[in-house]
């Protein structure tokens, strides 16, 4: 089962758009909208924005992790059928605040998809109350590449992240 999210672009009045993730099908509906598909237990973030005759209206970025077949999610517009939210922040200031997070993290070389769950909930809980959350760094992604589960036999996830080599000190 895969999640399909329905993006729009529509110029000065709504955009919803995918900061980063791995598309595996994308469908043209119109020439400001389409609809992109996600492998299960892939994680995507989500960008929202409209606005009106007065300036923005909405500003939104979700973190979200599909679901598989049968497991419990949460619901969420333009996302069917919805999946695990690892962060939901609302307003500008803090949106913009968790892009920063994601370019930071592209900057140290790693996939933001492939980051720890965990240091997603920290951004959204720090972010949430005002406080600056922790910056995400190689030994704790390393720690998150240690700890996860291993793909089934002769599945590849076809990750770009930081994996610890033969060899390399635990």
């Not at 492998?39 to 960008?47: E, R, Y």
Request: glycine content about 8%; some cysteine.
């Amino acid at each position: 089962m895969r999640t399909q999210v329905d993006l729009i672009w529509i110029d000065g009045r709504q955009e919803r758009w995918i900061r980063f993730g791995a598309i595996v099908e994308a469908t043209i509906v119109s020439r400001t909208r389409r609809i992109v598909a996600f492998d299960p237990d892939a994680v995507f973030a989500l960008v929202r924005w409209t606005a009106n005759a007065y300036g923005t209206a909405l500003s939104r970025i979700d973190i979200v992790r599909t679901c598989s077949a049968g497991a419990a999610y949460s619901t969420l517009p333009h996302v069917t059928p919805g999946g695990e939210l690892l962060l939901h922040l609302s307003g500008w200031p803090k949106v913009e605040q968790v892009l920063q997070r994601i370019d930071a993290i592209e900057a140290l070389g790693l996939d933001p998809a492939e980051a720890a769950p965990d240091y997603w909930h920290h951004v959204h809980n720090r972010l949430s109350v005002g406080m600056t959350p922790r910056r995400y760094t190689r030994a704790q992604h390393r720690a998150w590449c240690l700890r996860r589960p291993l793909p089934p036999p002769g599945a590849d996830r076809g990750s770009k992240a930081l994996r610890p080599r033969p060899g390399d000190a635990p």
